[in-house]
């Protein structure tokens, strides 16, 4: 089972869309991920310092901006964990649309 600290920081919406905007956008300095949210700045750091404990984000020195990289590795433990739910919904949508197809 994946570190529960990922699931904690998934659990997080801000955490989550911070994931999304580096997927998207790629590598982001701080001053330019904390613009997109109305947070103060303390609580913002504590989004980004939970996801670097988790191993989803990472930090890096430009010069004198700090840049953060997704770092989605940790995120494939957490998908093989929720393969085995995939292969659940799959089989029981499939019988739903058997049913469904039977009616009039």
Same mark, same amino acid.
């Given at each position: 089972?994946?570190?529960?600290?990922?699931?904690?920081? #998934? *659990?997080? @919406?801000?955490r989550r869309q911070v994931l999304q905007v /580096?997927?998207?956008?790629g590598p982001q300095p701080v001053a330019a991920l904390?613009?997109?949210f109305? #947070? *103060?700045? @303390?609580?913002?750091?504590?989004?980004?310092?939970? /996801?670097r404990d988790a191993g989803l984000a990472s930090q890096t020195r430009q010069?004198?901006?700090r840049v953060y990289r997704l770092e989605p590795a940790a995120l494939q433990d957490v998908r093989a964990w929720l393969e085995?739910?995939?292969?659940?919904?799959?089989?029981?949508?499939a019988g739903l649309g058997a049913?469904?197809?039977?009616?009039?």
């Open positions: 089972m994946p570190e529960t600290a990922v699931f904690a920081a #998934l *659990a997080s @919406p801000v /580096l997927r998207d956008e904390s613009a997109r109305d #947070l *103060a700045r @303390p609580s913002f750091s504590e989004h980004l310092k939970v /996801l010069g004198r901006q085995p739910f995939e292969h659940f919904w799959a089989a029981r949508l049913v469904l197809d039977e009616l009039p």
